[in-house]
């Protein structure tokens, strides 16, 4: 009797989806919002019709959101997928959409090809039938090849096109905060544009009005304006919220509210309405500048003056520091040098150091009552007989800017190209806005440079008048402000101060006195501010010295910013906000 042995059921062949979209939002769209297959639903569909025609029985379910810039065996979701392969082992096929959306270029698919194929798992994409064999691979490779040519072409055209944008003054990306993106009806089209917003832009002088005082640091701005109301618009993945410090510094430094734009480092004039002044930008920048120039932390502990003292034995910064006693908790400065085991500086009370610094005033920051009328009165001698710039000069610089200009348009052109080196396009871009700057200040302000030097210089006079009982009966904000005027450092040792670094403009009045002592037969003093010897200016002739304090501060050129203004002093006046140490065209010209 024959008989026939029973069929052998097939194995069952199982697979898992891996389905990727653009960003996390969309893991969550149970609809069809783009029939390029950028939505779950539609790669959902289609992979489990290709699942269903390959006869397989589905495991498991995949969704990656778009991380931009990973490489595929970096992506979470691919990592859970391939441990679940590695672990159980219950999967043969990988069924995605579409190579394209799973992989940025060849060398990655080729990558993951293999590393599922150490598992016996192999790659099927619903929309690309490639067969099997040799000729099956190669064509899964050189759509692999194309893809990534295709992504790359794709790119470098944003990129182009972003270029012209900002060349056009257009704003790269999403409004900042203090503006919205809008859509606004011209000549009957909707166009994108940037406005400000009408909750937050408000916010945005105020903040940097406030800090300019000098008076705020980033960290007691951020409460004020928070205080105010001032909060950032909510977004899909976080409610309105205070902005954060570093969030706030970073808005201090950022030229877009001055009404410029920044694509791949160079800058371009925006079309969007600038919310604060050249001035007002410059002002916060040079106190941020100081800032951080000083070192000194502000979040806790703070102090007037924190930043301000140095180790007279190491040249370490003192810091504040808490101690607790019988009497509760007190605060002493003491030197870092120590705390690293380099100075042998003793604790000092922070009474102690305060009682130096008023005594201090009256012994480095005081000069004769009768040399500063003389002072005086050259000042105004000097700057008697200036008439600004004459119409040769005026035409030469107008000619000079054409040229500006002009070249200035070259070089933007070709940063807005492709394959230049932006680098040293934005080297020379930056020199030619510096030049052109320096010019139009001197057209704009020529009447007004040695006017500025010379109010400048007479409320430093005025300060110098009486000093330590300006000093001494001033509240903390005043003996900041004198504080961050008059120095950048000063020295201790044990409960006094014994040396210092000057500020402009009083270093030069310094050295003008100590010049002025040595032509009048005196040695200099050994100590406070007439320590600086002739040998540092030469015998200059007094009326020589003042005119060119007039001209020095006249307006430009000063290879030296002050940080810190005089401010909280009256009278006080726009023209005094101006750096310290600058010099005119006429003394430019005089100098050859």
Sequence with gaps: MSGTLPAVPAPVRRSVRLLRVSSKGQTDTDYDRDPEGNSIDTQRKVTMAKERAMGTVNVGEYVEPGYSGQSVEKRPFFLDMLKRIIEQRDVDYVVIYMRSRIFRNYIEAGSVKTMLAKYGVKLISAKEDFGEGLMAEAMEAVTDVFNWLQVRMSGEDIKIKMANKARNGGTIGRAKVGYLNQRILIDGHKVNTIGPDPERAHFIPMAFELFSTGRETVASLRGTLTTAGFLMPATARDPSRPISIERLRQLLRDRYYLGYVTFEGIEYKGRHEPLISPELFDRVQRILDSHSGSGA????????????????????????????????????????????????????????????????????????AEWLAQVSAGLDAAVSGYHGLSDALRAQHAKR????????????????????????????????????????????????????????????????????????????VVRTILNKAFFTRLYVDAGRIIDHELKEPFDILAEAYATYQVQQGRSSRSDGVTRVTADRRGATDQEATVESFALALGGQGSSKTSKVELRGFEPLTPSMRTGFGRRSDRQLHRNG
Excluded at 424 to 430: A, C, E, H, S, Y
Aim: proline fraction near 4%; glycine fraction near 8%.
């Design 297 to 368: 932390r502000y979040r806790t502990h703070n102090h007037y003056l924190k930043g301000l003292l140095y180790c007279g034995r190491c040249k370490c910064r003192l810091i504040v520091m808490p101690g607790r006693g019988n009497g509760g908790t007190y605060y002493y400065f003491f030197c870092r040098g120590r705390q690293q085991g380099l100075c042998d500086l003793p604790y000092i009370p922070i009474e102690v150091l305060e009682e130096a610094v008023v005594r201090y005033y009256g012994d480095a920051v005081t000069l004769p």
């Design 401 to 476: 800017l054409d040229a500006l200009d002009r070249k200035e348009n070259y070089y933007l052109d070709l940063a807005a190209e492709q394959g230049w080196p932006k680098d040293k396009l934005r080297t020379r871009i930056d020199a030619i806005r510096s030049e052109r700057a320096q010019i139009e200040g001197t057209l704009a302000n020529a009447e007004r440079h040695i006017d500025r030097g010379h109010e400048i210089f007479r409320h430093a006079l005025v300060l110098l008048e009486a000093p330590q009982a300006a000093y001494e009966h001033g509240d903390e």
